[in-house]
């Protein structure tokens, strides 16, 4: 069965019917519309009520749920899981993980016989009092760190590759890319290839003279980006490669072996995530199974 995140929007609780997805209510004006839409047609395919344990973002308030729980079981609503969502999972550390977890395990006792969902990817790792009766790794599955600060125990699964579409040589004192802002110390052999922010290749992984980029690996090594990401192009320096070792139409990888996709972020100033909601639809897509 499909939960679908972020709340029922007006007048789309017959979607939700048609396809045999639940929706997650977060508020009591989005359970009225499915109470209404359940009994009007009778419906009976579940449904999910977020209770907000310290995001203040979605969800029920602690309060609005215990003075519901009564209603919800003399009822039947046809709630199928309870969920919240942590904050801070990333920061073992912090302080709101146990007031979260603490307040949802309050809030399930006035629930009881009703699943509970509170860990996300890095939620997982804080241990067994974050993982109720359904946990819903995310990013992780992708090879996203869930655990920073940590070795990462995920196996990486997103490779990413652009074709390289010229060589050339840069003298020195020459600039690449766009507003100038990386020049060459000496001259620098460099690899042009066609993937950029258009791409969801992040812009903000661009090298300056100020500041060094993303890498990339070219011929099985691992060399910098040279100048301003732009909308479909990157430049790579190539100079620490022997001659006639990169030729137009090479392949280069700009995720995947000791690149992987917090790399690529960190050298972006963002998150993994972000890196991986970007990759855009001009790449072709090849999938393989474990």
């Not at 006639?244 to 917090?262: A, K, M, N, Q, Y």
């Amino acid at each position: 069965m499909t939960y679908v995140l972020n709340g029922l929007l007006p007048g789309t609780a017959a979607v939700f019917a048609e396809i045999q997805a639940r929706p997650v209510i977060g508020s009591l004006v989005e359970l009225a519309e499915w109470d209404a839409f359940c009994a009007a047609n009778q419906w009976h395919g579940g449904a999910a009520l977020h209770v907000d344990t310290g995001m203040n973002r979605l969800g029920i308030s602690a309060d609005e749920a215990a003075a519901l729980a009564p209603r919800i079981r003399a009822e039947n609503h046809g709630i199928t899981l309870l969920m919240s969502h942590l904050v801070c999972a990333e920061q073992p550390g912090h302080p709101l993980n146990e007031r979260q977890m603490q307040l949802f395990r309050e809030v399930r006792l006035l629930y009881r016989g009703i699943p509970g969902s509170l860990a996300n990817s890095s939620g997982i790792f804080l241990g067994s009092g974050a993982h109720c009766d359904m946990v819903r790794p995310g990013a992780a599955l992708f090879g996203v760190n869930p655990t920073p600060g940590h070795k990462n125990p995920m196996r990486p699964v997103i490779g990413l590759q652009a074709r390289v579409v010229h060589v050339r040589t840069v003298p020195k004192g020459e600039t690449i890319g766009y507003s100038a802002t990386w020049t060459a110390k000496h001259a620098t052999r460099v690899a042009v290839v066609a993937a950029g922010y258009a791409d969801g290749y992040p812009r903000a992984a661009s090298a300056t003279d100020a500041a060094p980029g993303a890498d990339a690996i070219v011929a099985g090594t691992r060399c910098p980006l040279a100048g301003r990401i732009s909308m479909d192009l990157l430049a790579i320096d190539i100079t620490a490669l022997s001659d006639h070792t990169v030729r137009r139409g090479d392949l280069v990888t700009l995720i995947g072996g000791e690149i992987g996709v917090d790399d690529l972020a960190a050298a972006a100033g963002t998150i993994g995530y972000e890196v991986l909601t970007n990759l855009g639809q001009r790449y072709h897509r090849v999938y393989q199974q474990g």
